[in-house]
Nanobody, 124 residues
């Protein structure tokens, strides 16, 4: 089994920054990508960002492009999400996930392993 553990969430004022981390452990898994998703109360889980594990190529949702940066450190088996210029509408439970799908995907159903989530709350 693969375990994903997120950290770094919290309460921040609008315009502020947070850095989320997701550490992977457990059995070897041929992942193609790691992604970040979020889910606000009463809404469906939505894609935020994805990084190709091998190449480092990234892709973002339109709502966060230019404000968020996803990165990975292969040696540490960790993926990060740097979130700048945060807005109240960014408030959600943020999940990291691992996918073995090729090509890399933004679809949640193509992700095999998920973390428990870390709460991000942005006050106005």
């Amino acid at each position: 089994q693969v375990q994903l553990v997120e950290s770094g969430g919290g309460l921040v004022q609008a315009g502020g920054s947070l850095r989320l981390s997701c550490a992977a452990s457990g059995r070897t898994f041929s992942r193609s990508a790691m992604g970040w998703f979020r889910q606000a109360p009463g809404k469906e889980r939505e894609f935020v960002a994805v990084v190709s594990w091998s190449s480092g190529i990234t892709y973002y949702a339109d709502s966060v492009r230019g404000r968020f940066t996803i990165s990975r450190v292969i040696a540490n088996n960790t993926v990060y999400l740097q979130m700048n210029s945060l807005k109240p509408e960014d408030t959600a439970l943020y999940y990291c996930a691992a996918s073995g799908a090729v090509p890399i995907t933004t679809r949640p159903t193509r992700y095999d392993y998920w973390g428990q989530g870390t709460q991000v709350t942005v006050s106005s």
